[in-house]
């Protein structure tokens, strides 16, 4: 429960976790990665349980049946090309970029991504020595490559993930 808003318009608002559905699920090693530090975790407290215990536990904190589910809906889903708090590099109209995903919205079932780019250091996109046109935070759809498919006058594309 939190409350949003000033004193005359404030307003309560319950978020139920089951109603949350997640768009971008965790690889599925990072999912047993993460089954892994919750075994760890509860066994510290005294609370041992099996490997598969800590699976069941886990998909249903995401809202999944059991494991068998969360394991088929992240089989059956591409792998996020990015995730949002990322560090990403790459190349923005031609000039080299570090910055972070602070949006990430998915387009075409995976075959698109629309995200939003805050970068470490302000980029200057001018092609000019003499011009200095800086941007601290851009906006792009990338295809499944990591690239846009909106290019340059010289045919490069507008940005270039460097995806390892």
Avoid: C
Wanted: charged share 15%; aromatic share 4%.
């Amino acid at each position: 429960m939190r409350s949003v808003g000033n004193a005359s318009t404030q307003r309560e608002i319950r978020i139920n976790l089951k109603d949350v559905k997640m768009t971008n699920l965790p690889s599925l090693d990072a999912l047993r990665a993460q089954a892994k530090a919750l075994r760890q975790s509860l066994a510290a407290t005294g609370h041992a349980i099996s490997h598969a215990q800590s699976l069941e536990l886990l998909a249903k904190q995401l809202g999944h049946r059991d494991w068998n589910t969360l394991h088929a809906k992240t089989g059956n889903t591409p792998p996020p090309l990015v995730q949002l708090g990322q560090h990403i590099t790459g190349l923005y109209l031609g000039h080299p970029f570090a910055g972070t995903v602070i949006s990430v919205s998915d387009i075409g079932h995976g075959a698109r991504t629309r995200i939003a780019v805050r970068f470490d250091a302000p980029v200057n996109i001018s092609k000019f020595d003499s011009m200095v046109i800086t941007r601290r935070q851009v906006t792009a759809t990338l295809n499944s490559n990591g690239r846009t498919t909106e290019k340059t006058s010289q045919g490069t594309p507008h940005m270039a993930l460097a995806l390892a």
